[in-house]
């Protein structure tokens, strides 16, 4: 199993830069997929972008590509996510993910709040 506990996140102006942290504990986090994920308010989940086991192959929404970049560092078992250039629409509830293969997403984090004000 994979717990996750995420942190970074704030109250930001538009235009700033945030980095997300994601810690996993447990022995699997370097045979995971990881992804990041967000949820604003009144709408659904939606991807963000997500990584394989390696740290290669990343894959971004069209809506934060060119902004985002997804990192990992397996010796820390941590995920990361800096935003550039955010946005208000980046306004959510960021949580990150763990699957053994990317798109099957067996275990979640708590959350972290972004607000980006205008």
């Known amino acids: 199993q994979v717990q996750l506990v995420e942190s970074g996140g704030g109250l930001v102006q538009a235009g700033d830069s945030l980095r997300l942290s994601c810690a996993a504990s447990?022995?699997?986090?370097?045979?995971?997929?990881m992804a990041w994920f967000r949820q604003a308010p009144g709408k659904e989940r939606e991807f963000v972008a997500h990584?394989?086991?390696?740290?290669?192959?990343?894959y971004y929404a069209d809506s934060v590509k060119g902004r985002f970049t997804i990192s990992r560092d397996n010796a820390q078992n941590t995920l990361y996510l800096q935003m550039n250039s955010l946005k208000p629409e980046d306004t959510a509830v960021y949580y990150c993910a763990a699957g053994l293969y990317v798109g099957r997403w067996n275990y979640w984090g708590q959350g972290t709040q972004v607000t980006v004000s205008s």
């Open positions: 990584i394989g086991r390696n740290g290669g192959n990343p």
């Open positions: 447990g022995r699997t986090f370097s045979s995971s997929a």
